[in-house]
């Protein structure tokens, strides 16, 4: 059985653990400990409700360096994973550098035929001092759940990982 590569590819740089520390006392707050002995445990439950909120809403939450590439790209396409914070370089699939129209910063939208494929690299991401409130919340009512009752949420967590072919 031949496999074509995916029209998509997206890595991301690996995220700072030391980034959630700024969300740890507030967690700890909202599920009143005052003590040490859960902090290893929290994290992980911080870690986990990061990644969730993350692959929910298509936002870093901690900044990091992604790199995309699509096999080919038509027309236009939001960039995944914002908001982008630094400048994008982009080559296409013969690694030649191409210019682009300035895009900007935030949720951008790319726009041009590119047969050749494409790779973006750009920095994107939150920082502990740029993370919306509202987002912030989210990750910590989630982590919150999670530690109150991670044995009945193991399906969610796993969902995300699920695969599906569709050949079948």
């Known amino acids: ?10 890595t991301r740089s690996a995220p700072d653990p030391n980034e959630l520390d700024a969300l740890l006392d507030r967690l700890k707050g909202l599920l009143a400990i005052d003590f040490l002995s859960h902090d ?9 409700a990061r990644r969730q909120i993350e692959k929910h809403t298509g936002v870093l939450v901690d900044a990091g360096q992604v790199e995309v590439f699509w096999r080919e790209c038509y027309d236009y396409v939001e960039l ?4 982008v914070t630094g400048t994008i370089t982009a080559t296409n699939g ?8 300035a895009l900007g910063t935030g949720f ?4 041009g035929d590119y047969t050749d494929g494409l790779k973006l ?3 994107a991401g939150y920082t502990p001092d740029t993370l919306p409130d509202d987002l912030a919340e989210a990750i910590l009512r989630l982590a919150a759940n999670l530690f109150d009752d991670g044995v ?3 399906k ?5 990982h699920s695969r599906y072919s569709w050949a079948i």
Do not use: E, F, H
């Not at 059985?1 to 997206?10: G, L, R």
């Not at 290893?40 to 986990?48: G, I, K, V």
């Not at 995944?80 to 908001?83: A, L, N, S």
């Open 121 to 123: 690299s750009y920095a």
């Open 152 to 154: 009945r949420n193991w």
């Open 40 to 48: 290893p445990r929290l994290q992980q439950c911080l870690s986990s």
């Open 80 to 83: 995944p994973y914002g908001p």
């Open 108 to 111: 951008v939208t790319l726009t």
């Open 1 to 10: 059985m031949q496999t074509t590569a995916p029209k998509v590819t997206v």
């Open 156 to 160: 969610s967590l796993a969902r995300a």
């Open 94 to 101: 013969a690694g030649t550098a191409l210019t682009l129209p």
